[in-house]
């Protein structure tokens, strides 16, 4: 297929298949960064129900750059992933103190945001400026070997990417790659396209995993009064909470890994939500 003929095809569907969100009614970066931060590895369903109430109480960088992690957490509860929202607070604190609370456009000096990778990046870029540079995620990437690679194995996204660029539709790219989304998320669905790329990792189940059992904890913590639990009942909560899943894990490396994060502290025998502003 050629890519003036690919573009319209996708174009065309698009006009009678594009899916309303939230976020893709804004070119606020700040709005559309949040967004981004939610979508990583957690499904959309999940994203539109705590989207607009995480920007009611945090409707500006300013706003969350001054919030407790303790009313954080507290607000991203349910998304999982917990150390996405730490990176978000850090990134929005570097625009605050570094750029005046205005957003850098260029790709280059996005990246240097805490937690901002290639990908969050460049779609910040797209979404908020119109950068016109081509990007790959899941479903972009199964658009791409559906229409370019049929029945071939082991494709990197370095072979994608070429192809991408000249695709990109010059006049709107943030509504070309909104596109790429929807095709990819609803006609190839399920196909298992992905599995043609170099790069494909089944996601692994969250029930009994070690995210599971960390979210777990901070979701104790998160229901106690000023989010403190004393340490011993807090362990044994983790403990017990293995057990039934008979995991092999324990509740020692579970907390110790959410110190580390800088989600919860311990203090003398009490667990607490990490409440720090600064």
């Known amino acids: 297929m050629t890519i003036p003929a690919f573009r319209k095809t996708i174009l065309q569907w698009y006009a009678s298949h594009r899916r309303n969100m939230p976020w893709r009614n804004t070119k606020n970066p700040y709005e559309i960064l949040v967004s981004e931060i939610m979508l990583q590895q957690t499904q ?21 750059a001054n919030a407790s992690d303790a009313e954080l957490l507290k607000v991203w509860s349910g998304l999982g992933y917990w150390r996405r929202a730490k990176y978000l607070k850090e990134t929005v604190k570097t625009v605050e103190n570094a750029f005046g609370g205005i957003f850098p456009q260029d790709i280059q000096t996005l990246e240097t945001l805490p937690g901002i990778g290639p990908y969050t990046s460049h779609a910040l870029a797209c979404f908020a400026f119109q950068n016109p540079d081509a990007f790959i995620d899941t479903n972009i990437r199964r658009v791409y070997l559906h229409f370019f690679f049929p029945d071939q194995k082991n494709i990197s996204d370095k072979e994608i990417l070429p192809i991408a660029q000249k ?14 989304f929807d095709y990819g998320a609803t006609e190839l669905k399920n196909k298992g ?3 043609q790329s170099r790069h494909y990792h089944k996601q692994s189940k969250f029930k009994g995993s070690f995210r599971s059992f960390r979210t777990n904890a901070i979701r104790y913590l998160l229901k106690q009064k000023q989010q403190k639990g004393k340490a011993d009942v807090l362990e ?15 509740a020692e490396e579970i ?23 600064e």
């Open 44 to 64: 959309v369903s999940r994203v539109l129900i705590k989207y607009e109430e995480f920007l009611r109480a945090f409707p500006t960088t300013k706003v969350l």
């Open 167 to 180: 695709a990109v539709w010059l006049e709107n790219p943030r509504e070309w790659h909104y596109a790429l």
């Open 193 to 195: 396209i992905n599995k």
């Open 236 to 250: 044994a909560f983790v403990e017990t909470d293995l057990r039934k899943q008979e995991a092999v894990f324990n």
């Open 255 to 277: 907390l110790a890994s959410l110190i580390k994060d800088g989600l919860i502290v311990k203090h003398k025998n009490l667990y607490q939500i990490q409440s720090r502003k």
